[in-house]
């Protein structure tokens, strides 16, 4: 099974930008998604973006649609999340999730990203105001 390792968290001030990086430890088929996922304390995981692995569609959640970018390289077995205009409550701990064969585009994609339950371990995001 996929592993997946996650970096690029810090702190950043609100307004500025971040980019988080997902390292998968093999390539999976392009029919399937990854995304990213953010937890705060005390707060259950949810979803944040999707991408299918042949680049075809990506899918925001209202919270980060036009702040966030989900991108990937293939060839590097690598997904991004470039994060701008950053808020306070972009506080959260970001997680990266592999998932299985996906179709269409909507939220039901994170239901598939988390029935997989591949997870990296997390890296850290602090917005300062």
């Known amino acids: 099974q996929v592993q997946l390792e996650e970096s690029g968290g810090g702190s950043v001030q609100a307004g500025g930008s971040l980019r988080l990086s997902c390292r998968a430890s093999?390539?999976?088929?392009?029919?399937?998604?990854m995304g990213w996922f953010r937890q705060a304390p005390g707060k259950e995981r949810e979803g944040g973006a999707v991408?299918?692995?042949?680049?075809?569609?990506?899918y925001y959640v209202d919270a980060v649609k036009g702040r966030f970018t989900i991108s990937r390289d293939n060839a590097k077995n690598m997904v991004y999340l470039q994060m701008t205009n950053l808020k306070p409550e972009d506080h959260d701990m970001y997680y990266c999730?592999?998932?299985?064969?996906?179709?269409?585009?909507?939220?039901?994609?994170?239901?598939?990203?988390?029935?997989?339950?591949?997870w990296g371990q997390g890296t850290q995001v602090t917005v300062s105001s």
């Open positions: 999730a592999a998932g299985g064969v996906a179709s269409g585009v909507g939220p039901h994609l994170f239901r598939l990203l988390v029935a997989a339950q591949k």
């Open positions: 093999r390539h999976t088929s392009s029919s399937n998604c």
């Open positions: 991408i299918y692995n042949d680049g075809s569609a990506t």
